[in-house]
């Protein structure tokens, strides 16, 4: 791991980011959200610029060899009904290193987050965080992702 360098993403990043967000997705979320709506899914480099802009959240990313490889995105919780004051937004590897300590990396540089959400079908991603720590808590919601899906709440500890 320690050929990986974790920073925060500027601006100018938003291309990187956006692009591992929406290749992630694809990979990680197939056979849970429609392939037809996976794989409509487009690179808004805009859109993540004026998000790594905004000063309430904080993206990292990661980088091998300055490629590109991880990203996450933390802030301030959107759920006044837990306890805890900072929230995992999202976290996304690049297939070609899961299992390498990236996500893992990553997740260390949000040590506030006590919360996130995920999709209940990912159980990739729900493994991961439970050797983390989280729980889930009980709470739910239903996205709508090209048809219903269900989305999850773990905490800390």
């Not at 794989?39 to 004026?50: I, K, S």
């Not at 590109?68 to 933390?74: E, K, N, Q, R």
Request: charged content about 25%; some cysteine; glycine content about 10%.
């Amino acid at each position: 791991m320690s050929d990986v360098a974790i920073r925060t993403a500027r601006p100018a990043d938003a291309l990187a980011v956006e692009s591992i967000r929406i290749g992630t997705w694809r990979t990680a979320y197939r056979g849970i959200v429609p392939d037809d709506v996976l794989d409509a899914l487009t690179v808004e480099e805009g859109r993540r610029a004026e998000l790594l802009a905004d000063p309430s959240s904080t993206t990292l990313l990661a980088e091998r060899a300055g490629m590109a490889i991880g990203m996450a995105v933390c802030g301030p919780a959107r759920d006044d009904d837990r306890a805890g004051t900072h929230e995992l937004y999202a976290l996304y590897v690049v297939p070609q290193a899961w299992g390498a300590g990236v996500g893992s990396a990553l997740l260390a540089r949000c040590p506030d987050a006590s919360s996130l959400w995920v999709l209940e079908q990912n159980t990739r991603a729900r493994d991961f965080y439970v050797r983390h720590g989280f729980t889930p808590d009980g709470e739910s919601k239903v996205l709508d992702l090209g048809g219903p899906v269900v989305e999850i709440r773990m905490l800390l500890g």
